[in-house]
């Protein structure tokens, strides 16, 4: 599974919810998660990691082996301390799709180690952050018309339009039911990086709009080999990279028209901490030393009241626009 993406994270277990058949988001299967004893949730965020153990793919794993020491340094467990229960939840990325899909999605995967999840799309619910887990592969146009020397397994989603347009629905309606304090969503192509893949189009002509609508917080992201930071600037949205699992380095940078807040073009791994109110950022790499850390707090709030002045605004410039044309329109029959 060469490039999937793997949220992990440390709390103790994940249990299944059933949709309800009158859901609007019936078709996005819905698992809930807990909270940890604080409330807050530990997360580790690893890309693009299947090499075979080469490409320092085998030492990013020894550094992602303590969740809670990486979220939490000042409780990192001695070597005799019993390892927490982690559990994978993983999307499909590009190479995945250039194997046999339906294995890697098979439940028998579940039976053999209950701790791994991997569905097209999902929802991830928590009592502070709802996880909206896209398909994203199936949007890259090229993978569809040039393949190259690649077959892709398109089984159970071609015709293409009819599957996003599907997805999409799924996904808005979900969005539009969650009241999570924080809405993420995860998918494994880009939406904004500065790395070889750059801008994946395809997300930002249809995915991102669903994403502006429903006031989503953060998009977490794989595909590019980097670690990243971009900071949107019409919108809350922070995106971010962790594609640094193995293969890096590529030496490609081409800035875009959005606020790049952090570039790491290496190996390694994220590790968030989320709280009710913000969430902690840390970049590690290859090494285990913390590349970057950050805290956000609360964006979509300062965004949301942004965006009512600029409402407000428009309204009084048309009702000024409104004012002056029947001015003028009182100027002309006298």
């Keep these: 599974m060469a490039s999937a993406l793997a949220l992990v994270s440390s709390s103790l277990f994940l249990t299944f919810l059933s949709s309800s058949s009158s859901s609007s988001s019936a078709e996005l299967l819905r698992f809930e998660h807990p909270t940890k004893h604080d409330g ?17 793919q085998s030492q990013v794993a020894k550094q992602t082996a303590w969740p809670e020491s990486k979220t939490r340094p000042s409780r990192s467990p001695s070597p005799t301390s019993t390892r927490p229960r982690v559990f994978r ?20 995967l579940r039976k053999i180690d209950s701790r791994w999840l991997c569905l097209r799309s999902f929802i991830l619910q928590t009592e502070i952050a709802d996880f909206f887990f896209v398909d994203t592969t199936p949007f890259v146009l090229k993978y569809w018309r040039r393949p190259k020397d690649h077959h892709y397994d398109w089984r ?10 599907t997805l999409l629905q799924d996904l808005d309606g979900a969005l539009k039911e ?3 304090p924080w809405k993420f969503v995860v998918g494994h192509h880009t939406m904004r990086s500065v790395s070889k893949h750059g801008d994946t189009e395809e997300l930002l002509e249809k995915l991102l709009p669903v994403l502006k609508e429903h006031g989503v917080d953060i998009y977490i992201n794989g595909h590019d080999h980097c ?35 952090f570039f790491y073009d290496g190996q ?31 964006l979509r709030y ?11 605004s428009r309204v009084e410039e048309k009702e000024k626009g409104r004012n002056a044309e029947d001015r003028q329109i009182g100027r002309v029959r006298r």
């Excluded at 159970?156 to 347009?165: D, L």
């Excluded at 300062?302 to 407000?312: C, L, P, S």
């Design 178 to 180: 969650s009241i999570a």
């Design 302 to 312: 300062v965004y949301q009241a942004k965006n009512r002045e600029m409402r407000i």
């Design 268 to 298: 390694g791994f994220m590790a968030m901490e989320v709280m009710a109110a913000s969430v902690k950022i840390k970049f590690y790499d290859v090494f285990g030393q913390v590349q970057r850390a950050e805290f956000n707090k609360a």
């Design 227 to 261: 670690l990243e930071h971009i900071s949107s600037k019409d919108s809350s949205i922070q995106y971010l990279t962790s594609g640094g699992g193995s293969n890096a380095w590529r030496g490609t940078y081409t800035p875009n028209d959005d606020e790049l807040q």
């Design 156 to 165: 159970e989603v071609s015709p293409r339009n009819q599957y996003i347009n």
């Design 40 to 56: 807050s949730l530990s997360l580790i965020v690893v890309g693009d990691w299947g090499r075979k153990g080469e490409c320092n």
């Design 89 to 108: 939840s993983n999307v499909l990325g590009n190479h995945d799709y250039r194997g046999d899909v339906l294995a890697q999605l098979s439940p028998v």
